[in-house]
């Protein structure tokens, strides 16, 4: 089956699909933005790349269904995984500075 004719059955009745703020929203695996479109549906395309979070939480692992996958979409998938590595980072609490007091 074509990528357009799974597109026209899948873009509005599909188990990853969320509404939130008048916007489509979609989970599926492979989809580097989560936008229900059909440049970034990781089920319908036969060369698709995703990335996620390794197993051990240091790092992201790069999912491919081929061997090469979406040329067009480097950026996004660079952007995701930085994204992922940002959020793996420890977050450094800043300390206060505390006035000293007024001895009268």
Same mark, same amino acid.
């Given at each position: 089956m074509s990528a357009h004719l799974q597109w026209m059955v899948?873009?509005?009745c599909s188990s990853f699909?969320?509404?939130r703020n008048k916007? @489509?929203?979609s989970t599926e695996p492979n989809n580097l933005?989560?936008?229900n479109s059909f440049r970034y549906n990781g089920l319908i395309h036969r060369k698709t790349v995703g990335v996620e979070p390794a197993a051990d939480g240091k790092g992201v692992v790069v999912v491919m269904k081929r061997r090469s996958g979406? @040329?067009?979409l480097r950026m996004a998938l660079i952007r995701r995984a930085s994204a992922i590595l940002r959020s793996q980072k420890p977050v450094m609490v800043k300390?206060?500075?505390?006035r000293p007091t007024k001895s009268s």
């Open positions: 899948v873009r509005n699909l969320i509404k916007q @489509t929203y933005k989560a936008r979406h @040329t067009d300390r206060k500075r505390t």
